[in-house]
């Protein structure tokens, strides 16, 4: 178990790095003006866990072989931003079905599918596996027990504490959405906003700098 102090000074690190706008704060409002406040916090829940594999593969100590080799790294990094990209032109493509689908003239995407796409987009976060392999072992305390074991301790309540900051994101572009949302044409616009977010931050990730 992780020592209490290291806890608490941990939990106060990751509130303020997970208030700071980032990644996953843009993600979430693009995916939010795209799809709705449901869309987003499907995209947080997806989101978050995508994460849970890579708390696992850190505290199994797989997470800092793939920080340290840079070909898997950007493979990651890559992978991750061109999906971001892909589901920006999606969003852009069927701008139109925002305004139906908030009239209620067409069917809602399926849910497993935002829960999905979500996930794939939180397993592919190079920022996070960086984050996990850099930050976690800083609050381990090696003489209480199971590094492992601490080290997936902390990374569950980073993803907890992520998972209610970004559904309090998601909740307010909701929010901001559904006036929006009273007309088609912004509506439309407004999922276009969404899209571009998406994939300006597909281009953000893809060139931000390598691991060396």
């Known amino acids: 178990m992780v020592p209490l102090e290291n806890l608490a000074a941990f939990l106060v690190a990751s509130v303020v790095l997970i208030l700071m706008p980032g990644p996953s704060v843009l993600f979430v409002i693009g995916r939010t003006l795209a799809l709705g406040r449901l869309g987003g916090l499907l995209s947080v829940v997806g989101n978050a866990m995508g994460m849970v594999p890579l708390v696992t593969a850190v505290a199994l100590g797989v997470g800092a072989l793939v920080a340290q080799s840079v070909l898997l790294f950007t493979i990651i990094k890559f992978a991750g931003a061109l999906y971001l990209v892909y ?12 305004a ?3 009239n209620g003239e067409v069917a809602p995407r399926s849910h497993w599918r935002q829960l999905g796409e979500g ?39 980073f993803i907890l504490l992520a998972l209610v900051c970004d559904s309090i994101w998601a909740l307010a572009a ?5 006036w929006f949302a009273r007309s ?20 953000v990730l893809a060139l931000s700098g390598n691991k060396h």
């Open 119 to 157: 996930f794939v987009v939180g397993v592919t976060n190079p920022k996070t596996i960086a984050f996990f392999v850099a930050v976690l072992p800083q609050f381990v305390d090696f003489t209480a027990g199971s590094i492992p074991l601490q080290l997936f301790e902390l990374g569950v309540l």
């Open 174 to 178: 909701g929010a901001a959405r559904n």
């Open 100 to 102: 139906a689908a908030a």
């Open 184 to 203: 088609p044409k912004r509506a439309s616009g407004l999922a276009a906003t969404g899209g571009v977010m998406m994939i300006g931050l597909g281009g």
């Open 87 to 98: 589901l920006g032109i999606q969003a852009i493509r069927h701008r139109a079905d925002a």
